[in-house]
């Protein structure tokens, strides 16, 4: 259920991003040929740069001098289900790049030697599959690939965790020169110039309560970039048929890009010097949310990752100052909302039921403590337990609570009510 209020401010909050965007170049086009669809600009735009970094691979970096910054990204998508229409949003971005005869898509759910062996085959590999020239293709020199993961909670479970995958993926992450495995039967599987990218989709709940404990160990979830939204700011019944005609430029700009870009791309001088200062001044930045102090720590990186595709999707070869700032003003917007994504993680009980709580309120305003009851009270112990959780809100300033009845001229007991606070 979406209030007039939260609807408005999904409103604002879609003008406010949008503000940030390029208005002209590839980011451009992609952003106006999903306006048709419902879901919210942020999901369709890091989908956008996302796939575009898959396409690009490793033709093009940043130098940071002991290693290199490519384009690749792991993204996941994170709403409510239902709400933002995350699959459908993917499903657009992915229908333009799943035709490239070079891009190595791996869906869902997958083993280590699944995933390395479809990364070992390769871009080359792929293309001389489907052109019937496998003999001559020298296997194992472009380990590229990109991650499909409509459903994180199928990719990502406590079985792959035994697995050891996410441990791959956390080390793919950086795109090394090589990489290597030794499978359970001794088997070596060796990848050169590994470069993957993914994009997935969660709810917050699931992140809440099924996300297993060994994700915050290793740097893996620090590596991921969680774009999040609670509520849709449009409501298209029918949406249009996406035009064949827009979709076919895409393609090109992006088969464009491929071929145009090939090697190093530079900072201007000015763009450097800033940054530098920039990069100095945030070591001073610190978060007590110890889901996100990691990627507080690559924020830099993942800043160079997106300027570097910004500057790409508008054909130029240097990344200015104006690039560079329009790049870590779209990813502090996306951090700002990213943490709400963890605000339930490794609750107890009874903040789980805090959480649920403050999300009904978010919602509607005001609920009945009769209907909290029925719908949590199982997960009690005792009565207690719900005062308790009544007084941490109370004080924290996140809810009223009192008597209320709809019609005080009739007779009956007032019905007891949690109302959210509203601050003018």
Same mark, same amino acid.
């Given at each position: 259920?979406?209030?007039?209020?939260?609807?408005?401010?999904?409103?604002?909050?879609?003008?406010?991003?949008?503000?940030?965007?390029?208005?002209?170049?590839?980011?451009?086009?992609?952003?106006?040929?999903?306006?048709?669809?419902?879901?919210?600009?942020?999901?369709?735009?890091?989908?956008?740069?996302?796939?575009?970094?898959?396409?690009?691979?490793?033709?093009?970096?940043?130098?940071?001098?002991?290693?290199?910054?490519?384009?690749?990204?792991?993204?996941?998508?994170?709403?409510?289900?239902?709400?933002?229409?995350?699959?459908?949003?993917?499903?657009?971005?992915?229908?333009?790049?799943?035709?490239?005869?070079?891009?190595?898509?791996?869906?869902?759910?997958?083993?280590?030697?699944?995933?390395?062996?479809?990364?070992?085959?390769?871009?080359?590999?792929?293309?001389?599959?489907?052109?019937?020239?496998?003999?001559?293709?020298?296997?194992?020199?472009?380990?590229?690939?990109?991650?499909?993961?409509?459903?994180?909670?199928?990719?990502?479970?406590?079985?792959?965790?035994?697995?050891?995958?996410?441990?791959?993926?956390?080390?793919?992450?950086?795109?090394?020169?090589?990489?290597?495995?030794?499978?359970?039967?001794?088997?070596?599987?060796? !990848? *050169?110039?590994?470069?993957?990218?993914? +994009?997935?989709?969660?709810?917050?709940?699931?992140?809440? %309560?099924? @996300?297993?404990? #060994?994700?915050?160990?290793?740097?893996?979830?620090?590596?991921?970039?969680?774009?999040?939204?609670?509520?849709?700011?449009?409501?298209?019944?029918?949406?249009?048929?996406?035009?064949?005609?827009?979709?076919?430029?895409?393609?090109?700009?992006?088969?464009?890009?491929?071929?145009?870009?090939?090697?190093?791309?530079?900072?201007?001088?000015?763009?450097?010097?800033?940054?530098?200062?920039?990069?100095?001044?945030?070591?001073?930045?610190?978060?007590?949310?110890?889901?996100?102090?990691?990627?507080?720590?690559?924020?830099?990186?993942?800043? !160079? *990752?997106?300027?570097?595709?910004?500057? +790409?999707?508008?054909?130029?070869?240097?990344?200015?100052? %104006?690039? @560079?700032?329009? #790049?870590?003003?779209?990813?502090?917007?996306?951090?700002?909302?990213?943490?709400?994504?963890?605000?339930?993680?490794?609750?107890?009980?009874?903040?789980?039921?805090?959480?649920?709580?403050?999300?009904?309120?978010?919602?509607?305003?005001?609920?009945?403590?009769?209907?909290?009851?029925?719908?949590?009270?199982?997960?009690?112990?005792?009565?207690?337990?719900?005062?308790?959780?009544?007084?941490?809100?109370?004080?924290?300033?996140?809810?009223?609570?009192?008597?209320?009845?709809?019609?005080?001229?009739?007779?009956?007991?007032?019905?007891?009510?949690?109302?959210?606070?509203?601050?003018?």
């Amino acid at each position: 259920m979406i209030t007039e209020q939260s609807y408005a401010d999904a409103v604002a909050e879609e003008f406010e991003f949008r503000s940030l965007l390029p208005t002209a170049g590839f980011f451009s086009k992609y952003m106006r040929y999903t306006d048709r669809h419902e879901a919210p600009g942020c999901f369709h735009f890091w989908i956008a740069v996302t796939l575009l970094g898959a396409c690009l691979q490793r033709r093009c970096w940043i130098s940071k001098g002991v290693y290199n910054i490519f384009p690749n990204l792991y993204t996941v998508l994170v709403s409510p289900s239902g709400k933002c229409r995350k699959s459908r949003a993917m499903n657009i971005g992915c229908e333009i790049v799943e035709s490239f005869p070079w891009m190595n898509v791996i869906a869902d759910k997958t083993t280590p030697e699944g995933l390395l062996g479809a990364l070992q085959y390769g871009t080359q590999g792929l293309e001389a599959m489907q052109t019937g020239e496998g003999g001559t293709i020298n296997m194992n020199t472009d380990s590229s690939g990109l991650i499909r993961a409509a459903e994180l909670a199928v990719f990502l479970n406590k079985q792959t965790y035994t697995t050891g995958i996410v441990g791959i993926l956390t080390d793919l992450a950086d795109c090394k020169p090589s990489f290597k495995y030794i499978t359970r039967n001794k088997t070596p599987i060796i !990848l *050169k110039n590994p470069i993957v990218s993914m +994009i997935g989709a969660s709810t917050p709940d699931w992140l809440a %309560t099924s @996300l297993p404990e #060994a994700a915050f160990e290793g740097g893996f979830m620090s590596r991921i970039l969680f774009v999040v939204k609670f509520f849709r700011d449009r409501h298209i019944t029918f949406p249009d048929e996406l035009p064949i005609a827009e979709q076919t430029e895409l393609k090109t700009d992006i088969l464009t890009m491929r071929s145009m870009y090939s090697g190093e791309i530079k900072l201007s001088s000015t763009a450097k010097e800033w940054f530098n200062e920039w990069y100095k001044s945030s070591q001073f930045q610190t978060s007590e949310d110890t889901a996100m102090g990691g990627f507080i720590e690559r924020k830099p990186d993942l800043s !160079l *990752k997106l300027a570097m595709m910004l500057a +790409i999707a508008k054909k130029e070869l240097v990344v200015d100052t %104006t690039t @560079l700032k329009q #790049a870590l003003a779209i990813i502090s917007w996306t951090q700002e909302r990213m943490f709400a994504a963890f605000d339930k993680v490794d609750l107890t009980p009874l903040g789980q039921i805090r959480h649920k709580i403050l999300e009904i309120l978010n919602v509607k305003g005001v609920v009945t403590k009769r209907e909290i009851l029925r719908k949590y009270g199982g997960r009690l112990q005792s009565y207690r337990q719900i005062e308790e959780i009544e007084r941490i809100m109370i004080e924290a300033g996140e809810m009223e609570y009192g008597d209320w009845k709809p019609d005080p001229s009739k007779p009956g007991r007032p019905t007891l009510v949690y109302k959210k606070v509203v601050y003018r």
